[in-house]
């Protein structure tokens, strides 16, 4: 089955420092991969995807992720983190079961704290 | 541009009331489009999915069901609420491959 894997719960990071949010995954053919952010109580923001080309891709308010095909990774980077990226954060995988049928499937998610 | 709508943002029923929550796309055609469940403000649950009208796919066995009766209109029901039922409700829509776009959900509390 095509998935994604976060595997923790929550970051903390001091505000100014790099921050990284991991994610891995398991796709059967190419892998199309997928960030998203969402705030209390509202709904997911898209961030940034990968689907072919670069492998650092780059997406909205200065976050960037890096596919890496030998690791099974796409790891959500910033370089330098604002308190106010606080919030959740998805990693998703595009799982196809044909006829057009196209769906997300999300990790659990993690939790970012950027501490002032 | 594409836009999505999906009201109410909160909604309290109680025990053994009917659910009725709307979701409507703008500035496209024949879109995918999602219904997820999170519950405890983490992981989402796909609920069910559709790509086209009257074509509805089920992911989970539950107490909800989902219609599409116009193309860009997506709306999900119950006919009697659980408790269980509680959680965060978000539409989305999407194009072939691409992102999908969500809704600002619907926060349903079941007393």
């Known amino acids: 089955a095509q998935s994604v894997a976060q595997p923790e719960d929550q970051v903390n990071v001091a505000e100014g420092n790099p921050l990284t949010v991991k994610c891995t995954y398991s796709v059967s053919g190419n892998p199309y991969l997928f960030w998203y952010v969402q705030y209390p109580n509202r709904g997911l923001q898209f961030l940034l995807k990968y689907i072919t080309g670069d492998n650092l891709v780059k997406g909205s308010y200065g976050f960037e992720a890096e596919f890496n095909k030998s690791q099974t990774s796409f790891h959500l980077k910033k370089p330098s983190a604002l308190v106010s990226d606080s919030a959740l954060y998805f990693c998703?995988?595009?799982?196809?079961?044909?006829?057009?049928?196209?769906?997300?499937?999300f990790g659990k998610g993690n939790q970012v704290v950027v501490i002032p | 541009s594409q836009t999505i709508h999906q009201w109410p943002a909160t909604l309290v029923q109680p025990v053994g009331s009917p659910l009725s929550l709307e979701c409507t796309v703008e500035g496209t055609s024949n879109p995918n489009l999602y219904w997820y469940r999170q519950a405890a403000g983490r992981g989402l649950q796909l609920l069910f999915y559709s790509v086209g009208i009257g074509q509805i796919s089920s992911e989970v066995p539950q107490n909800l069901s989902a219609s599409r009766p116009q193309d860009r209109q997506f709306i999900l029901s119950s006919k009697k609420l659980l408790l269980s039922d509680s959680g965060f409700y978000l539409c989305?829509?999407?194009?072939?491959?691409?992102?999908?776009?969500f809704g600002q959900g619907t926060r349903l509390t079941v007393v």
């Open positions: 998703a995988v595009r799982v196809s079961s044909g006829g057009g049928n196209n769906r997300l499937a």
């Open positions: 989305a829509w999407g194009q072939g491959i691409t992102e999908a776009f």
